[in-house]
């Protein structure tokens, strides 16, 4: 075992940064069998094993490399959907490196196995080959429950209680199922084609899908209810944009990081004019903030041809909250880095185009609430950034649509949606919420986690009452 | 499936009107609500108000002029045809008050969007005088939809070709000097809703307008339709589309709607150029 501990962990192939920050294909590009069977067998097989306590949904995880390292590819998927519906996805971009790989015990004193990767390839190869079976539904309960969103927590609402006989339709605001998964995360991190083959799974057991239904519009929640509906999700994401109200912050080329990556990914904006979505290309693209969202606008900048992309973050680089592996992957593209400045207001021209922005240096003081050291604006440090798109990627909050138009659905004070931890269930009789709409914006994993527990508790109340 | 069941060509064929089979819309759309469309899967989300709805049939009326490269491929669509996406009812109702004494003033195809709207101050019990307008008699629209909808109807032209000569704001104006005015409604071309405003102003007469940025989703997620009243940031799929006229920064949302001017222009030519049915570019 001891030559396996210091055995460095294997590389996944991915396309030369040049190269790719010209298109929009997948960046790492996959495993070969012989390569996750090597990296497989770097697992100790821990009898207590500590990366299992760092996932969320607690996947078994020795258990699924081991048959990945025995060549037993099907085991191994079969192994990681008793606990994850969606692992071709969370292998992509669960944030490993706090969760499950951040607690791997060869991690201490080397580099933890490559577990994000091996599940990628677990649920990759399963797709191509299509070897197992879908699990059979248990027989049908008559129940009828409206899943709103369907997003990574709405599509593991769907999944749970489509298998436990229930009868389950998934109402989409937008025109294409997947949440983030689809107008959010880039072509060049998550495929599209994979959220499409997750979705068409749930529809061939059984899950009906209605796109462009916007509930709170087009259909209200007590509505449902009288419809037939025994109980309603609510798994509608964090859709609204924050914007920072500097002056200036309606020019032209100011634009929310949700209205940018929207036109890239959901409209294929990218394609344009062979779509009809079009979608502003900066010759200099500044992006605004310093996690996930931030690190896809900014390298969606660079892919539709901007000549310089800088990411203006107000702390460190330490204290960025994007996913380790995006920061690397971006950087090594050629992201320019202004740490340590916030912006102060937008300068425009006589079209009302914006043609710069005017920040502030900042310096760490002392560590704030959530622990990270707070930023100080450093006094007289102005300085302009000349850019002619400014992409706001400072965070999301709760979109009060549908809460509006339920007014006997208590929320907190930002406006998320209130839910008891550990069922999801609401102050709404028969209905439940989990996902980004409860805890503000967090992961596709924590969302996933949500839905399974939601899904149980809506079980037992189908089968028991409330 | 969202099946054309009505088409008409008004205005010199610059204007169309689908009526569109959409019954879950249809019983729930109210005047001043909008909906966006989308012909088929490359196609470019279009916000679009409900000039009429019939909950019976199932069905709701759009009327659009054609002005880009989206508008022009609705154009191409016939009756049997159908919208791959059509989502709504969108954005805030009307805000009525009954009994009101109201000028609506309609300008271009604007006049389709004010439809519903003096048609419902009407019903309501609202006396309305309609004022709409168009640069010459082949352009106007909705004539006697409008006589309908309203106690009293002005119709001017620009060129004099119909009704009275010159612009809307003429009429408006002898009507704020008769007094009595409770509200003005203007839906039309910014700078038209932009000056009726300012004399609406003049006179203090409150004064509602509906807007018209450019959106994508139009459920308040992603920000590009904002717009700037008294100095706050509204977003006009969610806020609006109707905001109070004495508030509204009408400038800035002249040069908004400018943004993709150049990318709409490409967009177009090469659909033209290429001499390609319109279904397919
Ligand atoms: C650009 C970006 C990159 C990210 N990168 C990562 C990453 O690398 N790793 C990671 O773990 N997390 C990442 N996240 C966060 C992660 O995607 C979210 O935490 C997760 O998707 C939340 O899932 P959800 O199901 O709660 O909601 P969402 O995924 O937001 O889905 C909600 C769905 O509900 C629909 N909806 C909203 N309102 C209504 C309504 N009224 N009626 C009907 N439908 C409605 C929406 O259209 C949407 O489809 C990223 C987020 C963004 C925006
Ligand atoms: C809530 C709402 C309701 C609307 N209702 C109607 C209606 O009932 N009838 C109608 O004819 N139009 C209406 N519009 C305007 C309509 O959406 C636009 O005319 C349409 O999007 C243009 O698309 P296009 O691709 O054909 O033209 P483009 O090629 O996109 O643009 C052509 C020209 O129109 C301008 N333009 C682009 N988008 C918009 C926009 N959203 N509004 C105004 N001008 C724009 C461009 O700057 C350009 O000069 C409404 C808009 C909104 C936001
Ligand atoms: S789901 Fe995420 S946290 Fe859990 S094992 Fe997979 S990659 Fe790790
Ligand atoms: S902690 Fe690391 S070595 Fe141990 S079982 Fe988990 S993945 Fe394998
Ligand atoms: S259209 Fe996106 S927020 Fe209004």
Same mark, same amino acid.
């Given at each position: 075992?001891?030559?396996?501990?210091?055995?460095?962990?294997?590389?996944?192939?991915?396309?030369?940064?040049?190269?790719?920050?010209?298109?929009?294909?997948?960046?790492?590009?996959?495993?070969?069998?012989?390569?996750?069977?090597?990296?497989?067998?770097?697992?100790?097989?821990?009898?207590?094993?500590?990366?299992?306590?760092?996932?969320?949904?607690?996947?078994?995880?020795?258990? @699924?490399?081991?048959?990945?390292?025995?060549?037993? @590819?099907?085991? &191994?998927?079969?192994?990681?959907?008793?606990?994850?519906?969606?692992?071709?996805?969370?292998?992509?971009?669960?944030?490993?490196?706090?969760?499950?790989?951040?607690?791997?015990?060869?991690?201490?004193?080397?580099?933890?196995?490559?577990?994000?990767?091996?599940?990628?390839?677990?649920?990759?190869?399963?797709? &191509?080959?299509?070897?197992?079976?879908?699990?059979?539904?248990?027989?049908?309960?008559?129940?009828?429950?409206?899943?709103?969103?369907?997003?990574?927590?709405?599509?593991?609402?769907?999944?749970?209680?489509?298998?436990?006989?229930?009868?389950?339709?998934?109402?989409?605001?937008?025109?294409?199922?997947?949440?983030?998964?689809?107008?959010?995360?880039?072509? @060049?991190?998550?495929?599209?084609?994979?959220?499409?083959?997750?979705?068409?799974?749930?529809?061939?057991?059984?899950?009906?899908?209605?796109?462009?239904?916007?509930?709170?519009?087009?259909?209200?929640?007590?509505?449902?209810?009288?419809?037939?509906?025994?109980?309603?999700?609510?798994?509608?994401?964090?859709?609204?944009?924050? @914007?920072?109200?500097?002056?200036?912050?309606?020019?032209?080329?100011?634009?929310?990081?949700?209205?940018?990556?929207?036109?890239?990914?959901?409209?294929?904006?990218?394609?344009?004019?062979?779509?009809?979505?079009?979608?502003?290309?900066?010759?200099?693209?500044?992006?605004?903030?310093?996690?996930?969202?931030?690190?896809?606008?900014?390298?969606?900048?660079?892919?539709?041809? &901007?000549?310089?992309?800088?990411?203006?973050?107000?702390?460190?680089?330490?204290?960025?909250?994007?996913?380790?592996?995006?920061?690397?992957?971006?950087?090594?593209?050629?992201?320019?880095?202004?740490?340590?400045?916030?912006?102060?207001?937008?300068?425009?021209?006589?079209?009302?185009?914006?043609?710069?922005?005017?920040?502030?240096?900042?310096?760490?003081?002392?560590?704030?609430?959530?622990?990270?050291?707070?930023?100080?604006?450093?006094?007289?440090?102005?300085?302009?950034?000349?850019?002619?798109?400014?992409?706001?990627?400072?965070?999301?909050?709760?979109?009060?649509?549908?809460?509006?138009?339920?007014?006997?659905?208590?929320?907190?004070?930002?406006?998320?949606?209130?839910?008891?931890?550990?069922?999801?269930?609401?102050?709404?009789?028969?209905?439940?919420?989990?996902?980004?709409?409860?805890?503000?914006? &967090?992961?596709?994993?924590?969302?996933?986690?949500?839905?399974?527990?939601?899904?149980?508790?809506?079980?037992?109340?189908?089968?028991?009452?409330? | 499936?969202? *099946?054309?069941?009505?088409?008409?060509?008004?205005?010199?064929?610059?204007?169309?009107?689908?009526?569109?089979?959409?019954?879950?819309?249809?019983?729930?759309?109210?005047?001043?609500?909008?909906?966006?469309?989308?012909?088929?899967?490359?196609?470019?989300?279009?916000?679009?108000?409900?000039?009429? *709805?019939?909950?019976?049939?199932?069905?709701?009326?759009?009327?659009?002029?054609?002005?880009?490269?989206?508008?022009?491929?609705?154009?191409?669509?016939?009756?049997?045809?159908?919208?791959?996406?059509?989502?709504?009812?969108?954005?805030?109702? *009307?805000?009525?008050?009954?009994? %009101?004494?109201?000028?609506?003033?309609?300008?271009?195809?604007? $006049?389709?969007?004010?439809?519903?709207?003096? %048609?419902?101050?009407?019903?309501?019990?609202? *006396?309305?005088?309609?004022?709409?307008?168009?640069?010459? %008699?082949?352009?106007?629209?909705?004539?006697?939809?409008?006589?309908?909808?309203?106690?009293?109807?002005?119709?001017?032209?620009?060129?004099?070709?119909?009704?009275? %000569?010159?612009?809307?704001?003429?009429?408006?104006?002898?009507?704020?000097?008769?007094?009595?005015?409770?509200?003005?409604?203007?839906?039309?071309?910014?700078?038209?809703?932009?000056?009726?405003?300012?004399?609406?102003?003049?006179?203090?007469?409150?004064?509602? $307008?509906?807007?018209?940025?450019?959106? $994508?989703?139009?459920?308040?997620?992603?920000?590009?339709?904002?717009?700037?009243?008294?100095?706050?940031?509204? !977003?006009?799929?969610?806020?609006?589309?109707?905001?109070?006229?004495?508030?509204?920064? !009408?400038?800035?949302?002249?040069?908004?709607?400018?943004?993709?001017?150049?990318?709409?222009?490409?967009?177009?030519?090469?659909?033209?150029?290429?001499?390609?049915?319109?279904?397919?570019?």
């Amino acid at each position: 075992m001891s030559t396996a501990k210091s055995s460095p962990r294997h590389p996944m192939p991915e396309q030369p940064p040049l190269i790719r920050a010209k298109n929009f294909e997948e960046v790492p590009q996959g495993y070969t069998p012989e390569m996750a069977i090597a990296e497989a067998k770097r697992c100790l097989q821990c009898k207590n094993p500590m990366c299992v306590q760092g996932c969320p949904v607690g996947i078994d995880i020795p258990k @699924f490399i081991y048959h990945i390292a025995q060549g037993n @590819f099907d085991k &191994a998927i079969g192994k990681i959907w008793e606990r994850n519906s969606l692992p071709a996805v969370c292998g992509r971009v669960c944030p490993q490196e706090i969760q499950c790989e951040g607690k791997c015990i060869l991690g201490k004193k080397g580099e933890p196995v490559a577990i994000g990767n091996l599940e990628r390839f677990a649920a990759d190869w399963e797709r &191509a080959h299509q070897v197992c079976q879908l699990p059979v539904c248990e027989a049908c309960t008559g129940k009828r429950v409206a899943v709103v969103g369907s997003g990574p927590s709405g599509l593991t609402v769907a999944g749970d209680l489509i298998l436990k006989g229930h009868s389950v339709t998934i109402f989409e605001a937008f025109h294409k199922p997947g949440g983030v998964l689809v107008y959010g995360i880039p072509e @060049f991190r998550l495929p599209k084609e994979i959220v499409a083959a997750e979705v068409s799974c749930l529809q061939a057991q059984g899950v009906q899908l209605e796109c462009d239904a916007v509930v709170g519009r087009t259909v209200s929640i007590d509505e449902l209810f009288a419809e037939g509906f025994d109980a309603v999700y609510l798994g509608v994401g964090a859709g609204l944009p924050k @914007f920072m109200s500097l002056p200036g912050e309606n020019l032209v080329g100011v634009l929310s990081a949700n209205e940018y990556l929207t036109r890239a990914n959901l409209m294929k904006a990218y394609l344009f004019p062979q779509v009809d979505t079009p979608i502003p290309r900066g010759s200099h693209v500044v992006v605004l903030g310093g996690g996930n969202v931030a690190m896809d606008s900014a390298r969606t900048a660079m892919r539709l041809g &901007a000549e310089k992309v800088s990411l203006v973050y107000r702390r460190s680089r330490a204290e960025m909250p994007a996913r380790q592996a995006e920061i690397h992957h971006a950087e090594e593209e050629g992201l320019h880095f202004e740490l340590l400045a916030n912006p102060v207001r937008y300068l425009g021209n006589d079209q009302g185009r914006l043609t710069g922005i005017e920040c502030v240096r900042m310096e760490l003081g002392e560590p704030d609430a959530s622990g990270r050291r707070r930023p100080v604006v450093q006094p007289g440090s102005e300085f302009v950034i000349d850019c002619d798109l400014a992409i706001v990627a400072i965070g999301s909050g709760a979109n009060p649509l549908l809460t509006n138009s339920t007014p006997d659905l208590p929320l907190n004070k930002w406006g998320y949606i209130v839910a008891q931890p550990e069922t999801g269930k609401t102050g709404k009789k028969g209905v439940w919420a989990g996902g980004d709409i409860v805890t503000g914006a &967090a992961t596709v994993i924590l969302a996933m986690g949500a839905g399974r527990k939601a899904a149980d508790s809506i079980h037992e109340y189908l089968t028991w009452g409330w | 499936m969202f *099946t054309i069941v009505k088409r008409e060509e008004m205005a010199d064929g610059t204007v169309i009107l689908n009526e569109i089979t959409a019954p879950k819309i249809a019983v729930k759309a109210q005047p001043g609500q909008f909906v966006i469309l989308k012909a088929n899967e490359n196609g470019e989300r279009i916000p679009l108000t409900m000039a009429e *709805t019939d909950p019976e049939k199932g069905t709701i009326t759009v009327i659009y002029m054609v002005v880009g490269k989206s508008t022009e491929l609705f154009k191409s669509l016939k009756v049997g045809d159908t919208y791959q996406n059509i989502i709504g009812p969108l954005g805030r109702p *009307t805000h009525i008050e009954p009994g %009101k004494n109201i000028i609506c003033v309609g300008g271009g195809t604007g $006049v389709a969007v004010l439809h519903p709207i003096a %048609k419902g101050m009407k019903k309501a019990g609202c *006396t309305v005088t309609t004022i709409i307008g168009a640069r010459n %008699k082949d352009l106007l629209i909705l004539e006697d939809k409008m006589r309908q909808a309203s106690h009293e109807l002005h119709v001017c032209t620009d060129d004099g070709s119909y009704g009275r %000569k010159g612009f809307v704001t003429e009429v408006l104006k002898e009507k704020l000097e008769a007094g009595g005015v409770d509200q003005v409604v203007a839906v039309g071309p910014v700078p038209m809703m932009k000056f009726v405003s300012l004399m609406t102003k003049e006179y203090g007469v409150p004064t509602m $307008v509906s807007l018209n940025p450019i959106m $994508v989703d139009g459920t308040g997620m992603c920000g590009g339709c904002r717009v700037t009243v008294g100095n706050e940031i509204k !977003f006009g799929c969610v806020d609006g589309p109707e905001f109070d006229g004495h508030q509204v920064d !009408f400038d800035e949302l002249i040069l908004r709607l400018r943004a993709y001017n150049e990318e709409e222009r490409l967009s177009h030519e090469r659909c033209k150029c290429e001499g390609k049915d319109h279904e397919h570019c």
